[in-house]
């Protein structure tokens, strides 16, 4: 970050909505003597009856009901929300006024004296950022995991936390306007479309993957997924010292290579082996999440027995491939966290037997055909709901049975009339939840009731005999 834009005792700084991380900065701002100027899309009405305590504070002016130029022009330095459209009017009106537009990171920046690890990619980022920041707690290391999950950075540092290390998972948006951030390592897990509604296309939204590198020095890390295709294509831009993990390459190419349930490290004085059997990371995404992790805390100078401590007691964050129950030999499943298609293919290759797949909600602007190829090989049946539905329909025509339903419930229902024992029940959406959902959170939530009321139905019904009824 510049200087100038350092926060200062008088400054003015400008800060685009009141969720959790606006909050969060305009608390960590007034905290260093800024003058504020918050502007919240909610009715004055609203905004007053849920902010009254912040607004009170006499440094502080705000605008409710929408964002205006000739409010925000006030500041010398806006932060916006990440779920501002970098396109958004008044976005556009600042820059061309000369006036910085900036996010957390950027504001942050200057107070992280700390180690810090960053963590993007289109699936598995919020996996991979607990497992670091398991591994390193276990160790007795005093971290800090944050960023696109959790406590806010900024909330963070406003209380005084004096972690060792910041583990910090950083979405697309997040990384548009993260200013001159620059994390000592810096994990890139894959790139598949996501999120092309805001970013216009694959190319744009992988630049913005890729800004995770753009301040590091050659003496910081960068860790790529050597098995990605367009990581590998891009890793030529990287200037700092760029390690590769995966199945394809040998030990000369890749500093971590994944035979199995077995992670190799290269380049160590005595070659290490990490085996996962016994762990939730014994699995074909589980080892690909570890490998990156392990490299990470490697590089921070942890041994083998701290990392083997922390990938044993680690437990994987609810939503991700989460098994509800198992009934009458049905596996039912929970993955609403996959919100975009490649999180829904790679979900489909870790099963071992057949899916019939629940999929839909709000689409993302992603080309659903790409899971098309999974969906024949992996499923018996779709399930679709959501808003999503007639053009997954369209997408998916001719790979396997396709049938619609109108809420969860009915989904739950259907598939479990079409699944049979040995088969799995998956909830694995590919898009995102907001069209019938609070959130993919609230999404698998009412999946696994939805499942338990069922099971708990079928689990009562009587045989004329008297006995239970078990088709099995």
Not at 204 to 232: H, S
Not at 251 to 258: H, L, M, R, T
Not at 386 to 406: C, D, I, Q, R, Y
Request: aromatic share 4%; with cysteine.
């Amino acid at each position: 970050m510049h200087e100038e834009l350092k926060i200062k005792p008088g400054m003015k700084v400008g800060v685009i909505g009141l969720g959790v991380t606006g909050r969060a900065m305009v608390r960590y701002c007034l905290g260093l003597g800024a003058e504020l100027f918050v502007s919240d899309n909610r009715s004055a009405e609203q905004l007053v009856a849920d902010e009254a305590e912040l607004l009170e504070n006499s440094r502080l002016q705000w605008e409710a009901g929408g964002h205006t130029l000739e409010f925000l022009q006030q500041a010398d330095m806006v932060v916006a929300s990440p779920g501002i459209p970098q396109d958004h009017n008044v976005i556009l009106g600042l820059t061309r006024l000369g006036i910085p537009v900036v996010g957390e990171l950027a504001v942050a920046a200057p107070s992280l004296s700390m180690k810090v690890v960053a963590v993007t990619g289109t699936n598995g980022k919020t996996t991979v950022t607990a497992l670091i920041g398991e591994i390193l707690a276990q160790a007795g290391i005093n971290v800090f995991v944050g960023g696109n999950i959790g406590t806010p950075l900024v909330q963070y540092l406003h209380e005084g936390g004096n972690a060792e290390v910041m583990v910090l998972e950083l979405s697309s948006f997040q990384l548009l306007m993260a200013g001159t951030f620059a994390p000592q390592v810096a994990v890139l897990l894959n790139i598949t479309p996501d999120h092309i509604d805001r970013h216009g296309s694959l190319e744009e939204y992988a630049a913005a993957k890729m800004r995770v590198f753009a301040n590091q020095k050659a003496a910081d890390t960068a860790i790529i997924n050597g098995d990605d295709p367009l990581c590998v294509q891009l890793a030529d831009k990287i200037t700092s010292n760029c390690l590769k993990f995966g199945t394809s390459g040998d030990q000369k190419q890749y500093a971590a290579q994944i035979k199995g349930n077995e992670i190799w490290l290269s380049g160590a004085e005595n070659k290490e082996c990490y085996d996962l059997a016994g762990t939730v990371l014994a699995n074909k995404i589980g080892a690909q999440n570890a490998a990156a992790a392990i490299l990470a805390v490697k590089i921070l100078g942890l041994t083998h027995d701290q990392i083997m401590a922390g990938l044993r007691s680690f437990t994987p964050a609810p939503h991700r491939l989460q098994q509800v129950t198992e009934h009458r030999g049905v596996l039912y499943v929970d993955d609403s966290k996959a919100t975009n298609t490649g999180a829904a293919i790679a979900a489909l290759e870790q099963l071992s037997g057949k899916a019939v797949l629940i999929a839909g909600g709000r689409e993302k602007g992603e080309d659903y055909s790409m899971l098309k190829a999974a969906i024949r090989d992996k499923a018996k049946d779709v399930v679709l709901i959501g808003e999503a539905a007639e053009k997954m329909k369209t997408s998916f025509n001719g790979a396997v049975p396709l049938h619609m339903a109108t809420t969860m419930a009915d989904a739950v229902r259907k598939a479990t009339q079409l699944a049979k024992a040995g088969d799995t029940v998956l909830l694995s959406p590919a898009c995102a939840s907001f069209d019938m959902f609070n959130s993919y959170g609230h999404r698998g939530q009412v999946f696994s009731e939805e499942v338990l009321r069922l099971v708990a139905e079928q689990s009562a019904e009587k045989m004329p005999d008297g006995g239970e009824n078990d088709a099995n």
